[in-house]
């Protein structure tokens, strides 16, 4: 069969090819009759020479790879899709628009066991794809697998799953999203999506291919890193293998070729496989509030935990509000961006967040946050010489749950299996030297941490001593310990009991160094400690000193004992048998300590002062309008002050210094003196700065002679506008004013507190009737007349403002007055050239204007 085309194009979106089962042949026994369908995604900024009516779909037999037949398939549909109400949140979103050309045949093929092949081939996908490399004038291959008797039997009967059309969706760059790629089946046989590679096909050369090879020659797409036929969307972009649901957090802007692949299951056998291969477009201007948190999160190192919003920033999320889930609270709440909550117990809670709550354009996320604090990971490695395993042994702590999964890395270089996975491993090492061993472990809670170790390998067995220097009194007994594998023999054995264990005990009179010797089978190994001796104890408690009162201290002995008492035990805040406690005493203190070395002990004490702090005030908080100052008057008993912060202060080494912030400020007066207190005595004020007050009486505009304008100011709850000519009143938000001239009016916005601000709006007359003007020329990307947009003059609503090409697609479309078209389409600026606009409003009588006319792009 041979067919001619003209031209190639640039604009495939994607494709796929359906098969539907219409029965037995009628002409030609053990023949079943197929309806095979070609669906294409076409861009919109195709021509029609680039629209061909007819296409050729090559079938190969699976079990030789033979060509049975080229069946050439006719147009039978070509509609267009466009995404044209894209939520109001959504600013600056890009137009979805796409073509769906439909081609089908029927074809009759002879039963097989192994089923057959359909392709098609055709040049070229659009330029520039992000995920694929290279990435211009790339063909495509679709392709769908018709299942043979060996998966349904002689009489089995089937279509292969339909995707429908679901494809019209908005996508921003970094912003949540969800795709629906799911598929329904006329028999109800059970269907999984996967992620698959798309595959090439076609060239500049060759756009139509009319006689495309055998699936043994078909190559897939080469993607680009980060990306893969199996995350062609990155690592942040999943499908779910049960729904075809595809979702996560878009990547960067651009165009992503992605192909799904579902799998029909009957009675467990997989029957047949079908792919969808299409171009997804993210957007890279779109933007919109939202809300969005990972579905759980878990601390377990304590209770306080850091929230932030998981989505892209955006300058469109105005406030935050946080509820953390306690219940029975009502003041579990923040409104800040990125919150740290200290939850009061442990326990999973159902964290909820919300970003510009209860404005039009608002979002919500939700999160289970499970708090449970308490698991410490750990492990002890027994080492031995290298022909023996060193014996692991975790030893984990959990406070909440138990310990339940194990991953240790055993760093073995040479070895082919240095991993396991349960609890206490023994390991043969192939070779000596450090390894750095790691453990990976979990508890029943969902807590998961790791803990990495250095252990020596070696040729000799490992001994492990909790201490290798002590002191005891000469009329004292100390048991020794050791551990490794193997057995233990001590020296010198003088004054020691069970000199043969690992445990012994010694009762030395002078300083003594012993020595452990660890004998396994082939290898010993041998160790020293010491133990030092003494026939008294050496003490000294510490200098006398003077405190502020009310503080803390830390008592600071030195001397060579082990154990302490000290008394009186009321005012020490922690333990008094520490050798440094810390203490707050109420008045001047005597402590004393009993120190001892086991069966000998000395005694000493320590005086503390206290001397109350200098005494300051920093009076009463202050509020003040932004951009104002206030004074400071601070009252003192001392020698010299400070205040802090030092900003926005006119000197802050007085009592009484000018305060001019620009935000609510909280000022510390610091206040010395010589009676021996070293600190300073410190108080707070704060001067609560009102917020700026933004002015804004409106846009400048502009109406015809005796229209009606009604003014809109706002920043503060009072007004008043002057001059008063044309208004029917002015100390109201929104006036009317009816002029016959041009008119720049003043407005002041107030609050009770005497805060203001001023704006001022220039008003346009014409002395024509309501219209709407145009420009006939613009220049993207220039410093002025770079945005083409209507003047509406008299015109109370615009519906629509709408550009075209010249092939009669749409550009851009708004209804809202001011905006206007930036000359970009889908992030690419346009062709200089001519373009068709269309626009239509209301003019303040109710009268509808339209208007249409053309435009020159101009670079």
């Given at each position: 069969m041979t067919l001619a085309f003209r031209g190639y194009c640039k604009h495939i979106k994607g494709g796929e090819i359906h098969y539907t089962y219409l029965g037995p042949s009628a002409t030609q026994p053990g023949y079943d009759r197929y309806q095979l369908r070609l669906r294409l995604f076409i861009s919109c900024q195709s021509t029609t020479g680039q629209l061909e009516t007819t296409v050729v779909l090559g079938v190969y037999r699976n079990s030789d790879n033979y060509l049975v037949q080229d069946a050439g398939a006719n147009l039978t549909g070509s509609y267009q899709i466009n995404l044209t109400n894209p939520s109001p949140c959504i600013v600056h979103p890009s137009p979805v628009c796409y073509w769906i050309r439909e081609f089908t045949t029927i074809v009759e093929l002879q039963k097989d066991p192994n089923g057959y092949t359909v392709i098609f081939q055709r040049c070229c996908r659009i330029d520039n794809i992000r995920n694929i490399n290279p990435n211009i004038n790339i063909g495509a291959s679709y392709f769908c697998e018709i299942q043979g008797t060996h998966s349904i039997g002689e009489n089995g009967i089937n279509s292969n799953p339909d995707f429908g059309i679901k494809d019209t969706v908005l996508i921003c760059q970094g912003k949540r999203f969800k795709l629906d790629y799911s598929a329904t089946d006329a028999e109800g046989d059970s269907l999984t999506y996967e992620f698959s590679s798309g595959y090439v096909g076609g060239?500049?050369?060759?756009?139509?291919?009319?006689?495309?090879?055998?699936?043994?020659?078909?190559?897939?797409?080469?993607?680009?890193?980060?990306?893969?036929?199996?995350?062609?969307?990155?690592?942040?972009?999943?499908?779910?293998?049960?729904?075809?649901?595809?979702?996560?957090?878009?990547?960067?802007?651009?165009?992503?070729?992605?192909?799904?692949?579902?799998?029909?299951?009957?009675?467990?056998?997989?029957?047949?496989?079908?792919?969808?291969?299409?171009?997804?477009?993210?957007?890279?201007k779109c933007d919109f509030p939202s809300a969005d948190l990972n579905p759980n999160y878990i601390t377990c190192d304590g209770f306080d935990f850091s929230f932030h919003n998981e989505a892209a920033s955006t300058p469109l999320v105005h406030s935050y509000y946080w509820d953390f889930g306690v219940p029975g609270l009502t003041n579990d709440t923040s409104n800040v961006a990125k919150p740290t909550f200290t939850f009061p117990d442990t326990g999973v809670y159902t964290v909820r967040f919300y970003v510009n709550k209860n404005e039009p354009c608002t979002d919500s996320a939700s999160t289970l946050m499970s708090v449970f604090p308490g698991f410490f990971p750990a492990f002890n490695a027994i080492t031995s010489c290298l022909k023996n395993p060193v014996v692991f042994k975790d030893s984990t702590q959990t406070r909440y749950g138990t310990v339940s999964s194990w991953y240790w890395n055993f760093d073995d270089q040479n070895g082919s299996a240095d991993t396991s996975v349960i609890q206490n491993p023994s390991y043969q090492y192939s070779d000596t030297g450090m390894k750095s061993v790691t453990l990976v472990v979990a508890n029943s809670k969902g807590c998961l941490d790791s803990v990495s170790k250095q252990i020596d390998v070696s040729g000799k067995p490992t001994i492990i001593f909790p201490f290798r220097d002590t002191l005891i009194c000469n009329i004292d007994t100390l048991q020794l310990h050791a551990l490794g594998n193997g057995d233990f023999t001590w020296s010198p054995s003088d004054n020691m009991i069970n000199p043969d264990s690992p445990d012994p005990f010694v009762y030395p009179k002078t300083t003594t160094w012993y020595t452990a010797t660890l004998s396994e089978p082939g290898c010993t190994n041998s160790d020293s400690l010491r133990v030092r001796v003494v026939d008294h104890v050496t003490f000294f408690p510490g200098n006398d000193s003077t405190i502020c009162l009310g503080d803390t201290i830390t008592l600071n002995p030195s001397g060579d004992a082990l154990y302490f008492d000290w008394s009186p035990a009321g005012n020490i805040l922690d333990n008094p048998k520490l050798k440094n406690p810390h203490v707050a005493p109420s008045g001047n203190t005597t402590y004393s300590v009993v120190a001892s070395i086991g069966k000998c002990f000395t005694t000493g004490s320590v005086n503390i002062k206290t001397v109350p702090y200098p005494v300051s005030d920093a009076g009463a908080d202050a509020r003040i309008c932004w951009m104002d100052t206030t004074m400071l008057n601070g009252k003192a008993k001392g020698s010299r002050y400070s205040w802090l912060p030092s900003t926005n202060l006119s000197n802050p080494a007085i009592l009484n210094p000018l305060a001019y912030p620009l935000q609510t400020t909280e000022y510390n007066l610091l206040v010395y003196d010589t009676l021996g207190c070293p600190k300073p005595g410190i108080s707070k004020v704060i001067v609560n700065v009102n917020p700026q007050i933004i002015a804004f009486a409106g846009n400048d505009t502009s109406i015809v002679v005796n229209q009606p304008l009604k003014l809109h100011g706002s920043g503060a709850p009072s007004f008043l506008w002057f001059p008063d000519f044309g208004l029917d009143r002015n100390d109201i938000e929104d006036p009317v004013a009816m002029l016959n001239q041009n008119q720049t009016y003043i407005m002041k916005t107030f609050t009770e507190d005497g805060c203001f601000a001023y704006d001022t709006i220039n008003i346009k007359v014409f002395t024509t009737a309501p219209d709407i003007f145009v420009p006939n020329a613009f220049t993207p990307g220039n410093t002025t007349n770079n945005i083409f947009r209507p003047i509406p003059v008299g015109i109370s609503d615009i519906e629509f403002f709408r550009v075209y090409n010249r092939n009669g697609m749409l550009l851009y479309n708004t209804s809202h007055i001011g905006s206007g078209w930036d000359g970009y389409y889908n992030g690419k600026l346009q062709p200089v050239g001519g373009y068709v606009w269309m626009v239509q409003g209301t003019d303040y009588t109710g009268k509808t204007v339209s208007k249409k006319g053309t435009v020159v792009l101009i670079r």
């Open positions: 060239g500049e050369n060759n756009a139509v291919v009319t006689n495309p090879g055998p699936p043994s020659s078909w190559q897939p797409l080469k993607y680009s890193a980060p990306y893969s036929g199996l995350n062609p969307l990155g690592s942040s972009v999943t499908i779910d293998r049960k729904t075809g649901i595809i979702s996560g957090v878009a990547p960067p802007g651009g165009d992503y070729v992605v192909c799904v692949l579902v799998k029909e299951y009957r009675a467990g056998i997989l029957v047949s496989s079908h792919r969808k291969d299409f171009i997804i477009s993210v957007d890279d």
